[in-house]
């Protein structure tokens, strides 16, 4: 299906807005990016296409859709329904779904959080941010041997959502030295044709 004018608003450094813009990439869709810093995001235009203020943001001809993982589905749904990226068999489709609920879950308020913190001064607490960061990365590491990406034996929507946060979390004081597995898996999805990579910031010295 031809895509209509595609629009996304994000900004480099976000995590949810990349996983949307490697989609983009990857299925070779045609798109327009337009960086929505903080002053942006509060306009009264902004609103209007989300209220509440977050990036990302596509706009595609009438349609607006916000949310990182409720874009990334409709963007396989409405351009790419058989590629694999989101699965339509039951168990399949409930295993990259799990991924996509983590990301906004543990990988939010784990290493996404402590990035925050150490990267913009966000207020909350930087030792519970590694907390959670760091039993969310036990468990992929462990989820990981033996496997090659997170939900299904190809890539699916699971590690795109997943990598941005995981593949940055040095940026927020967490090394990912102890996680082997975890390092292969982001190595296996950097390589992915159409991967555009996360710009890298400052890494803070680790135990801080
Ligand atoms: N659940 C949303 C979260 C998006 C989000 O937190 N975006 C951040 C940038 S990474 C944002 O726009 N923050 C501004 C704010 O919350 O005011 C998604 O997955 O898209």
């Known amino acids: 299906m031809n895509p209509s004018t595609i629009t996304l608003y994000g900004t480099p450094a976000s995590g949810h807005a990349h996983r949307v813009e490697t989609l983009l990439s990857i299925l070779g869709l045609p798109y327009a990016y337009i960086e929505a810093p903080a002053t942006v995001r509060r306009s009264e235009a902004f609103l209007k296409l989300n209220p509440l203020g977050q990036i990302p943001v596509l706009v595609d001809g009438e349609q607006v859709i916000c949310d990182s993982g409720a874009i990334l589905i409709y963007l396989v749904k409405r351009y790419a329904p058989d590629s694999g990226w989101l699965p339509d068999q039951a168990a399949e489709a409930a295993e990259v779904l799990r991924w996509l609920f983590i990301s906004a879950g543990e990988v939010r308020y784990g290493p996404a959080q402590a990035r925050g913190i150490v990267q ?25 041997a033996g496997r090659d990406f997170l939900a299904l034996h190809q890539p699916t929507l699971a590690d795109l959502a997943c990598y941005g946060y995981v593949a940055h979390a040095p940026e927020g004081g967490i090394s990912l030295a102890a996680y082997p597995n975890v390092l292969g898996w982001l190595k296996k999805v950097e390589v992915l044709p159409g991967f555009i990579p996360m710009p890298d910031l400052p890494v803070p010295q680790v135990g801080m």
Do not use: R, S, Y
Request: negative net charge; aromatic residues 12%; hydrophobic residues 50%.
């Open 120 to 144: 913009w001064n966000w207020p909350g607490d930087h030792k519970a941010a590694i907390t959670i960061a760091n039993t969310l990365l036990n468990f992929m590491e462990n989820h990981l």
